[in-house]
């Protein structure tokens, strides 16, 4: 970005002042902190100006040259590049880059494989999963037999035995991989054997893996499952939506499912915003900032499993392989929800969540998950994910000590020192 670049909102902040200055004040608050939050990342400045493009006027309900709609021949034009580049990054056979988001993905996906009143299998929630893949309260479980599958109590890593069992006892039509608050890598080859074991269709969700597997950083399930349902904007960091990667023989089917099957008109802006990531995803530079996204979590994982005597912290499945860790807080005496206020002190931002056989009561959990993918975005490299990690593991080993506002500035450094939209003018 030239270092000249301003964009001001003139005419936003003429017509809604008030408006203006919250977006104004959010800026400051991103700007102020350290965002671990494993599912945000920072868009490129290219994305921000296509999402909120003059695109947005366009109605353009259905496909290319089959639109509801006249005058679509650009929006056509934008949203198969959006498609050829989504087919050519992940390998697939077909794309759809209509979907709002990843569980309008996953409910889609299921409209494609399923009828209503079929057994599903999706991964537990509070095991590391999405409840969009089976629970009662999303589209999956309301529509269809939700049924769920865990990790193993003693490593923490998928229970493929015990998915297995299931499958075979249930035969769902459709079997989910993938979660939101599993930290270790997913062999989809062997949901792939169960999936021809019982019959069943297989679909990644790949929503937090989709950057790492686009940098060739974690085996590709494109050519396993039957469709890949994943979001833009978590560690491909862009543009906020869901896409479906599909084999090219499920293209029809699929394509029914989001439109009209399970939303109207598309948001016509996303798509431009959608190509424009998925052409940075397709550079050398991209694939470094993965690397070090993933070293970064390796290195925060690290750091607290040196320090678990100590901290009385422990990493949920023993580590990382992705661009996320959870830390189980309980043997702490700390709930997730405390551990994170620890971190707000700080400046950083992270989730509290359940994490497998949680021993806190509901509403308490004993999870905290903290990412690297936007911190690698800002820039950190290994010396400044070490910096952090001495920051965190501190806070936890001396939670009432002398040095806490010293730990704090430190944190405030890091935030100054890696800038989002320095020229970013409001």
């Known amino acids: ?67 509801l709609y006249d005058g679509c021949e650009v929006i056509d034009e934008i949203e198969l590049l959006a498609i050829d580049r989504a087919k050519e990054l992940f ?14 993905a996953n409910a889609a996906a299921l409209r494609a494989f399923a009828q209503p009143g079929d057994a599903i299998l999706g991964f537990a929630f509070d095991q590391g999963g999405h409840p969009s893949q089976y629970d009662s309260a999303t589209p999956a479980g309301h529509l269809y037999e939700g049924h769920s599958y865990g990790v193993d109590r003693a490593t923490g890593l998928l229970d493929f035995e015990q998915i297995r069992e299931i499958a075979l006892r249930v035969r769902p039509r459709v079997i989910f991989a993938g979660g939101s608050c599993y930290p270790r890598a997913i062999p989809f080859v062997r949901f792939r054997e169960i999936c021809d074991e019982v019959g069943a269709y ?46 090219a023989m499920h293209a029809e089917v699929i394509d029914a499912a989001v439109f009209p099957g399970s939303q109207g008109g598309p948001i016509t802006a996303s798509f431009a915003a959608k190509a424009v990531t998925l052409h940075l995803c397709a550079t050398p ?18 750091h607290f499993a040196a ?15 992705t661009h ?81 506002l010293a730990l704090r500035e430190r944190t405030r450094e890091l935030a100054r020192r890696f800038p989002i939209y320095p020229d970013l003018v409001l």
Not at 211 to 228: N, Q, Y
Not at 230 to 238: F, M, P
Not at 365 to 390: K, M, N, P, Q
Request: charged share 20%; hydrophobic share 40%; net charge negative.
């Open 202 to 247: 297989l679909v990644a969700d790949i929503a937090h893996l989709a950057g790492l597997i686009a940098a060739g950083r974690h085996e590709s399930p494109v050519e396993l499952a039957d469709a890949c349902t994943l979001t833009v904007h978590k560690t491909l960091g862009g543009a906020r939506g869901g896409m479906i990667l599909s084999r």
């Open 324 to 404: 996320l860790f959870a830390l189980d807080t309980f043997d702490a005496g700390l709930t997730g929800q405390h551990a994170l206020s620890w971190c707000h002190f700080l400046g950083v931002m992270g989730n509290a969540m359940t994490i497998p056989f949680d021993r806190a009561t509901p509403p308490d959990c004993s999870g905290l998950r903290l990412g690297t993918a936007a911190l690698a975005t800002r820039g950190f490299r290994d010396a400044d994910f070490a910096e952090l990690a001495d920051v965190l593991v501190t806070r936890f080993i001396d939670p009432s000590g002398p040095t806490l």
């Open 285 to 302: 530079e991209f694939k470094e900032r993965i690397d070090r996204t993933l070293t970064g979590a390796r290195i925060l994982a690290h």
């Open 91 to 104: 390998g697939a056979g077909h794309a759809n880059v209509q979907p709002y988001s990843g569980t309008s």
């Open 307 to 321: 320090a678990e005597r100590d901290t009385r912290l422990h990493l949920v499945a023993g580590g990382t392989d």
């Open 1 to 67: 970005m030239p270092a000249s670049y301003t964009r001001r909102m003139d005419e936003l902040e003429r017509v809604d002042p008030s408006l203006f200055q919250l977006i104004r004040a959010e800026l400051a608050r991103e700007r102020g902190v350290l965002d671990m939050v494993a599912s945000e990342n920072i868009a490129p400045i290219a994305v921000l100006e296509a999402q909120g493009s003059i695109l947005t006027n366009k109605y353009a309900d259905g496909y290319p040259e089959a639109r």
